[in-house]
C-alpha cells in the first residue's frame, strides 16, 4: 500500500474566456500546461454577474471532453445538432466532443453566484473522431457517502466507498470527487494507483493531504499510490480529487481543438470553417 503525496503544487492564474467570462485558470497554463489526460482546469466563481453574464457563446470543440460541474447557478447549453440542457447548481455535464459539435454555455441567471469548474479530459487516438455524446447528470443522480464521521464524498466517476458514479464509459476510467470535510474530519480514499491525479482545495483555508499542508487555491499534482489521507484542520474544507489513465500519446492542441499531429488540426480548423463539425 502506497500513499499518494504531494509532487507539485500550482496556483491558478486569472484569466478570461468565452466572451468575457473571468475564471481562474489552474491546468493549461504556463505552470502546469497538463497533468496527462487532463488538458485544462478552469474555476469560475462570482455573485458579479459582469463576471460571467456573457457567457460562451457558440464555439467549436474536437477531439476531447469537457466536464461541466456546477457548484452554484444555472448554465444553459445548446450545440448545433440539436442537443439542449440546463445545468443547475450540483449538476455535472461529461461531454464527448468527439469529431466536432458547436455549442454555447450560457449563464441563464442575471444575478448570483455562479461557481464551478470545467475540466477538459483527453480522448485516445482511437475515439478522437467518435460519434459526440452527453452525460447530463441531475445533482440527486450524484451519489453522496460518508466514509468516514464528519466527511461527505460526491461520487461523480469511478466507483468508491461501495457506490459507482453516475458517469461511464469514459476511456480515461476517470474518478471525479468532491470531497466536503468538517473541522477535524479526516479520510482515505483509494485511487487507482498509476492513473494521474490531483487534489485542489475550493473551499475553507486548507487541508493536509497526507501530512503537508494544501492551501486554498493551491492544486497538488499527486505522486502515483493507491489511496490519498485527506484531513481538515479547524475548520471544515472542500477538496476536488481528480484521477485519470494518463493517455501517453502525442498531443497537437490549438485552442479548442486537441487532437495527435498539426496535421489533424489543420484538417480540423477546415472542417470547422467548412460547416463540417
Ligand atoms: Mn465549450
Known amino acids: 500500500m502506497s500513499t499518494r503525496t504531494i509532487v507539485r503544487r500550482v496556483r491558478g492564474l486569472p484569466a478570461s474566456d468565452g466572451a468575457g467570462v473571468k475564471l481562474n485558470r489552474i491546468i493549461g497554463q504556463r505552470a502546469l500546461e497538463m497533468l496527462d489526460p487532463f488538458l485544462m482546469l478552469d474555476e469560475f466563481g462570482s455573485d458579479s454577474a ?6 460562451f457563446p457558440d464555439h467549436p470543440h474536437r477531439g476531447f471532453e469537457t466536464v461541466t460541474y456546477m457548484l452554484n447557478g444555472r448554465m444553459r447549453h445548446r450545440d448545433n445538432a440539436g442537443n439542449e440542457g440546463l445545468l443547475e447548481s450540483g449538476s455535472v455535464q461529461w461531454m464527448t466532443a468527439g469529431r466536432g459539435i458547436v455549442h454555447s454555455e450560457m449563464p441563464e441567471q442575471d444575478h448570483g453566484l455562479m461557481r ?6 483527453n ?9 459526440p455524446r452527453y452525460q447530463d447528470i441531475a445533482p440527486e443522480r450524484i451519489p453522496d457517502v460518508e466514509p468516514a464521521a464528519g466527511v461527505r464524498v460526491r461520487v461523480v466517476a469511478g466507483e468508491m466507498f461501495g457506490v459507482r ?5 469514459v476511456a480515461t476510467e476517470p474518478v471525479y470527487l468532491d470531497i ?10 483509494p485511487l487507482p494507483e498509476n492513473h494521474n491525479a490531483f487534489a485542489y ?3 475553507g483555508e486548507g487541508v493536509r493531504l497526507d501530512d503537508e499542508q494544501l492551501a486554498r487555491g493551491e492544486l497538488a499534482v499527486l505522486s502515483a499510490g493507491d489511496s490519498v489521507k485527506l484531513a481538515a484542520n479547524d475548520k471544515p474544507a472542500r477538496v476536488l480529487v481528480v484521477a485519470g489513465k494518463p493517455l501517453n500519446e502525442p498531443v497537437a492542441k490549438y485552442g479548442p481543438f486537441v487532437m495527435n499531429t498539426p496535421e489533424q488540426i489543420v484538417q480540423a480548423i477546415r472542417d470547422f470553417q467548412t460547416g463540417n463539425f
Not at 50 to 55: P, R
Not at 165 to 169: A, D, E, K, V
Not at 180 to 189: D, N, P, R, W
Open 50 to 55: 459582469g463576471d460571467y453574464i456573457a457567457g
Open 116 to 121: 464551478g469548474f470545467q475540466l477538459w479530459v
Open 123 to 131: 480522448l485516445p487516438a482511437k475515439d478522437k473522431m467518435t460519434t
Open 165 to 169: 458514479g453516475p458517469i461511464s464509459g
Open 180 to 189: 466536503a470535510l468538517q473541522a477535524g474530519a479526516k479520510v482515505s480514499t
Open 201 to 203: 482545495v475550493f473551499e
